[in-house]
Every structure is written in structure tokens, then in C-alpha cells.
């Protein structure tokens, strides 16, 4: 290895010694450069390719400690060494040495074979220094760079270290925290009891061993904020073995502890309501058995179901759907204790827990709670939407000894309930579960009777109370099932409802309506209009305008010899889509009926802006007349505002002489009924229109069924 020695001295015989001593050197290789004076001298510095300098301090342009200064400050990074005489000399060398040279050589005295020995050993280890900075600035980097807060100690537990995030997150310097106790820099605590905690690098340095943090610790900021940490210790040794301090990596895990908290609350808690869920309230229920069985006392499960909701979804969509949902959640929550639970299965199905009571009482006070306050308005964007709910309930232990049975004969009792007309709730009992089992066995069938064919219409007549004419009809759907027989639409119409298929079904019935209407009027037989029932999920449905249209178009029907009717209760669910969905309906040319008037909660406001031409009234009302208790006066108020609206009014159910009197009197324009006739298949319908005898709907009501009883349903 080459060592390139730049001698500065004015001093000939020094030179040459030099040149001499190291030239002879064995095992080493020194290249001399002599220059004269330090200007010389700083030249070949800035030039390159010096290893170590060797200078007289007294030269003819620089005298003095000056010399080394100079010499210093233009190569820190290159040994120097002094070339002293005398005592003056031996003092400026020693200026030199407390100001960074390396060594001196005394002249008189360098002739010697240690002058290449001193001269290598100061290159080696000048050499071994500059890669130890080098090793030491890598470190100071990497630690600087990582995220991980480091804090270093000595044997003594005193802080000499600390990275960049280490300060930003104790919220010391380096410089004010180096020889501080650990404890007063790392100040930690037990997030859960909040009591001070033993510190771990006072452990690791009595114990010799390394040591993970507790999980929630929180370390104590000097400005008092409190961080989670998550944290390891270890000791620091030297090349002996022996321990020298301890070293603590730490991170802040505030945004992990949080994440980690919220995914276990999603795990157990319904995202859009952040009510339970079904394993939190399986779980609770568990936990509401196991103290009923020691205490000897009950608890209710009640499983809530909301009615039409799914029509509310449809044709407002799921936002509008989800905001209500939240506002149902909060009036939940508000119509138990805070020892009840609330949960949200999924869709709009919710159980509640009420535990502690005497059930059933306080499972019904609760039920009839809940009921109210769903009722009242809901105000959802720019809509008030109504919702009603169906609520079944068990009680522990007589209706289930565990969560699942509970729940699921809540279940029952809720649907139940939807038999029973929806908005109101129902104990479940044993009879309950071979209802429930036909109920699915009814549904299961249903699903095929459409491709099947098992469907047909029957028709009842509208006759007008005036001339005793047949103004049109109405479509009933009737199932009949190729086992059982004739099914009435009580007992599969709700369970279409509820799975969905009244939409195909419902479309099935109006185009084969409209294509029986049309048939009807091409042979002369019928000059009024067809009706059909249309249910709220067809109403509620994106396409059903342009639906409707279609069908028209494909059977030739013309759009004034169809009559849509929907009932009150639908379009009151939210007045302000069913305004623009009846106009849209209106455009189209079809007639429009409120059916089953008078059984929902309409205002004469909203009758005036919906595009009607026809109010229903609902056969209760009508079964009404003759009775003590009322007498006729609704159909009375109805009949009356109808014609002030300029409505036709159409009265349903009609059974017997004295409702046609009265409604006859009180100038109903229409009436539908048994006193006139039943439902009827399409060819017997045809020959009630062909036998053209009205005189005969009106004067046989002695007879529960027109004159010919071949022509009964």
C-alpha cells in the first residue's frame, strides 16, 4: 500500500532525513512530497492524494501555532504531525496536539526506524476512525429515518441517546433529555387501571434480559398527551460481554388500538344503525338465560318486522331506505331501558331483549310503545314516510330454553302478526309453528305456479245503481293449485307480498286482464273499463309506468278501457312519489281508483293534487249500513265528498236490498258485489254481458247471485 507523505519545512538536512528513513522503509511504501513553504504546501492539499502531513511550524511565509491552524482548517480529515525543536518548539507542539494534530516529531531525534512505525499507525487508525464515523453517520441516518421511536441508556438507567421520533414523540430534545433518569423521559401508565407502571428498561438492566411492553401501555408525553405504545427493551453489551445500558424501540400504536377497537365493534354491531348484531345478541341473550335460571325469573325476545318496506326502498331507493332505518333505530332505542337490548338482524328486521319484568305485561306495554312511535311520520329528506311494524314475541322459559329458539319463535309469532294485518303483535304459541310450516309450503308452491299456470282471473261486474248496467269489471286473481285446488287469494296474496313474486304475478294479471278486456270489446260485449288491483311493490317499481304502457301496446287495449286501482294506504306511504307516478299514469290515457277508501289516512288535500277519477269505498264501511252504531253515515260523508271532488264513487261489498237502497239514495254512482253477482270465470262473464238484462241485477237480490245459478263463481 502506498502512503503519500507531504513534508513541509525549510529545513534540507529534516528533508532528507526523511526521505532517507522512510524510503529504507520494509513492508511499507511511502511516496515523499517536500515542499518549502505552507502556501506551497496548501496547493498539494487542495490537489488530492495526501494521506498524512508532516510540517515545521516556524516556515518562511507562516510562523507559529498559525501554521497548524491553517493546515488544519484546509485538511481536518488528513493526520498532521509537528516538527519541534527546543523548548519553544516542544510547547507549540503541544498547542498542536490539544487542537487536533496527531503527534510531533522532535528533529535530532526522528533518525529511527519507529518514524514509518508512528507514521503507518497514524494512517491505520486515522483510517479505522473515518470508518467509524462513516458506520456511525449510517446509523444516525437509519435511526433518524425509521419510524420507531429509540431511546438509549447507560448502566445507570440515564438517557444518552435519542432518535428524531423519539423526540417528537416524548416531546424532548436530545440535548435535554441526555443524562435524565429513563423514568422522567419515558414516563408510562397502564392504560386500563391508569396506575403508574414499573419501567422497563430499569428491568431489563437489573435483569440482564430482554422485554416486550405490556399491551395498552401509554406513554406520557412532557406536554401531558397521552400516546398507546407497543414496545421492546433490550440490553446493550460490550465486546466483552459486558452490559453497557439498555436500548428501547417503541412506536405510537394510538391508530392501531383504534382500528383494532373498531373492528371488533363492526364485528359485533350493524354498520348502517351500529346496533348489535346477531352473534352480540346471541350472546346477550346467552348471558339474559343463565341469570334468569339463577334468579328464577323471564325474559322476552320480541322480533320486529317492518311492513312495506321494501316498497319504500324500491321507489326511493336504498339512501332513502337507509335513513329511515336510522330513524326507526333511534325510536327503538328510545321505547326500551338501557338494560334491554336492541339488535338489527339484517334488512328491516330488528329483536329486541327486554330482560328484567314481568313478561308477558311488560313484553306488550313495550310492543304497544314501539307500535305508536313508528307510526307517527318519519321525515326523510324531502318525504314523510310512513311505516308500520309487525311484531311477534317469546317469552323464556315457556317458549324456548336457548337464543336460537327464542329468536326464531319470535319469528313465527311475527308473521303471525302480518296475518293478523300487519301493525300489531302477537305472543307466539305452539299452533303458531304448523302455521309457519304451511306458510313455507305455501310459498315454495308458489314460486312455481305462475310457470305452471296455475293462475286464472275471475271477474266481477261494476253496475251502475242508476240504469242497472254493467259499466266494466274488476280482475280477481284466483290460484288454482293442481293438488289442493281452488287456493283464495287470503291465503297466498300476503305471501307473494312478502317474497316478491306479486310483481311477475301482478304483471301476469294485468296483461292477461287487458288481453280478456279487449277480446270483450272487439265482440261487442263490454263498452266500460277493466279494472286491476295493483299492489304496492308493482306501484313502488322503476319500470311500472313504462310497464304498463308496454301492455297496452302488445294487446291493442285502449288506454280508457283500463282502470288501475290502488289502495290508500299505498299511496299515502309517500303522497309525493305517488303524485308523479299517477300523473305519469295519467299521460298514458288509464283510468286511476283509490280502492278501499276511507281505511287509510289521506286529507282532502292530497285527494285534490292526486290525478284520480274514482274513490272505492271500502266494504266494512259499506257492511256498516243498517247497523245501530253507525248507520251508514261514512259511506254517507264519502259519497258526498266524492261528489263534491267530482269523483266517481263505487261502492264494494255490496250484499243485500237495504245497502243497495241506501246507497241508491244517497247517489252512489256504482256498486260491486254479491247482490249483483259473483266472481266469475271469463266465459261465464261473457254470458252475464251477452244475456244483457240489467233490469235482473237489480231485482233479483233476493238471490245472493244473479238470476241463472249456472253463471255463479
Not at 50 to 63: A, C, F, K
Not at 254 to 271: E, G, I, N, P, R
Amino acid at each position: 500500500m502506498l502512503n503519500r507523505i507531504l513534508v513541509i519545512t525549510d529545513d534540507s538536512t529534516d528533508a532528507s532525513i526523511l526521505k532517507g528513513i522512510l524510503g529504507a522503509a520494509k513492508g511499507e511504501l511511502f511516496e515523499i512530497k517536500w515542499v518549502r513553504r505552507l502556501s506551497t504546501g496548501l496547493k498539494c492539499l487542495r490537489a488530492g492524494g495526501i494521506d498524512t502531513i508532516v510540517v515545521d511550524l516556524m516556515l518562511p511565509d507562516s510562523q507559529g501555532i498559525s501554521t497548524f491552524d491553517q493546515l488544519f482548517a484546509a485538511a481536518r480529515d488528513i493526520p498532521i504531525l509537528t516538527l519541534n525543536t527546543g523548548y519553544k518548539g516542544k510547547a507549540l507542539a503541544a498547542e498542536a496536539m490539544r487542537r487536533g494534530a496527531q503527534g510531533s516529531l522532535t528533529k535530532g531525534y526522528f533518525v529511527s526506524n519507529l518514524v514509518p512505525q508512528v507514521l503507518r499507525n497514524i494512517i491505520q487508525r486515522k483510517a479505522i476512525e473515518e470508518s467509524l464515523f462513516k458506520e456511525r453517520a449510517r446509523a444516525e441516518i437509519a435511526l433518524n429515518s425509521i419510524g420507531d421511536a429509540v431511546i438509549c441508556t447507560d448502566t445507570f438507567g440515564n438517557v444518552d441517546y435519542l432518535n428524531i421520533a423519539a423526540e417528537n414523540m416524548t416531546g424532548w430534545s436530545r440535548a435535554e433529555a441526555n443524562g435524565l433518569p429513563i423514568g422522567r423521559v419515558f414516563q408510562i401508565i397502564n392504560g386500563a387501571t391508569r396506575e403508574q407502571e414499573q419501567n422497563p428498561v430499569d428491568l431489563v438492566l437489573k435483569h440482564d434480559k430482554p422485554k416486550a411492553l405490556d399491551a395498552g401501555m401509554v406513554l406520557i408525553r412532557r406536554d401531558g398527551i397521552e400516546v398507546v405504545i407497543e414496545d421492546a427493551v433490550s440490553p446493550i453489551h460490550d465486546w466483552n460481554g459486558k452490559l453497557t445500558g439498555a436500548v428501547i424501540v417503541f412506536h405510537d400504536a394510538t391508530q392501531a388500538v383504534s382500528m383494532s377497537k373498531k373492528l371488533a365493534h363492526l364485528a359485533h354491531h350493524d354498520f348502517l344503525t351500529d346496533l348489535p348484531n346477531r352473534l352480540l345478541l346471541n350472546d346477550r341473550i346467552t348471558q339474559a338465560i343463565t341469570l334468569a335460571q339463577r334468579g328464577g325469573t323471564q325474559l322476552a325476545v320480541l322480533f320486529l318486522d317492518l311492513d312495506k318496506f321494501k316498497h319504500i326502498n324500491d321507489s326511493l331507493g336504498h339512501e332513502a331506505g337507509d335513513k329511515l332505518l336510522q330513524s326507526v333505530t333511534r325510536r327503538l332505542s328510545a321505547c326500551v331501558r338501557n338494560s334491554d337490548t336492541v339488535s338489527r338482524q339484517g334488512g328491516d328486521e330488528f329483536v329486541i331483549l327486554l330482560t328484567g319484568g314481568k313478561y308477558g305485561e311488560e313484553a306488550a306495554l313495550t310492543a304497544d310503545k314501539i307500535l305508536a312511535e313508528l307510526a307517527l311520520p318519519h321525515h326523510v329528506d324531502k318525504h314523510e314516510l310512513h311505516i308500520t311494524a309487525s311484531i311477534g314475541i317469546s317469552v323464556y322459559p315457556e317458549d324456548g330454553q336457548n337464543a336460537e329458539t327464542l329468536i326464531k319463535n319470535a319469528d313465527t309469532a311475527m308473521y303471525h302478526a302480518k296475518e293478523k294485518g300487519r301493525n300489531n303483535f302477537q305472543f307466539f304459541s305452539s299452533e303458531m309453528n304448523t302455521r309457519a310450516v304451511a306458510r313455507q309450503i305455501i310459498e315454495a308452491h308458489l314460486r312455481f305456479a305462475l310457470e305452471k299456470g296455475e293462475f286464472l282471473l275471475h271477474y266481477q261486474p261494476k253496475v251502475n245503481l242508476d240504469t242497472a248496467m254493467i259499466t266494466g269489471a274488476e280482475a280477481l286473481l284466483r290460484w288454482k293449485h293442481s293438488e289442493w285446488g281452488m287456493i283464495p287469494p287470503e291465503k297466498f296474496v300476503s305471501i307473494a307480498e312478502d317474497c316478491g313474486l306479486i310483481v311477475p304475478i301482478g304483471r301476469w294479471v294485468l296483461r292477461e286482464a287487458c288481453t280478456q278486456a279487449k277480446q270483450w270489446l272487439d265482440a261487442g260485449l263490454m263498452s266500460g273499463s277493466i279494472a286491476v288491483n295493483i299492489s304496492a311493490l308493482e306501484f313502488r317499481k322503476a319500470n311500472f309506468v313504462e310497464g304498463v304502457r308496454d301492455i297496452l301496446s302488445d294487446t291493442g287495449l285502449g288506454a280508457d278501457s283500463l282502470q288501475l286501482e290502488i289502495t290508500e294506504s299505498v299511496l299515502m306511504r309517500d303522497a309525493e312519489s305517488s303524485t308523479s307516478i299517477l300523473q305519469d299514469l295519467k299521460k298514458i290515457g288509464v283510468r286511476l281508483a283509490v280502492d278501499d277508501f276511507g281505511t287509510g289516512y289521506s286529507s282532502l288535500g292530497y285527494l285534490q293534487r292526486f290525478p284520480i277519477d274514482a274513490l272505492k269505498i271500502d266494504r266494512s264501511f259499506v257492511h256498516d249500513i243498517g247497523s245501530a252504531a253507525h248507520d251508514g253515515l261514512i259511506v254517507g260523508a264519502v259519497i258526498g265528498m266524492g261528489n263534491n271532488l267530482h269523483l266517481q264513487v263505487v261502492a264494494e261489498g255490496v250484499e243485500n236490498q237495504e245497502q243497495l237502497a241506501f246507497l241508491r239514495g244517497a247517489h252512489c254512482d256504482e256498486g260491486q258485489g254479491y247482490v249483483f253477482s259473483r266472481p266469475l270465470v271469463a266465459s261465464q262473464f261473457a254470458k252475464l254481458l251477452a244475456a244483457d238484462a240489467p233490469e235482473r241485477l237489480l231485482q233479483s237480490t233476493a238471490r245472493s247471485t244473479i238470476g241463472n245459478s249456472s253463471l255463479s263463481a
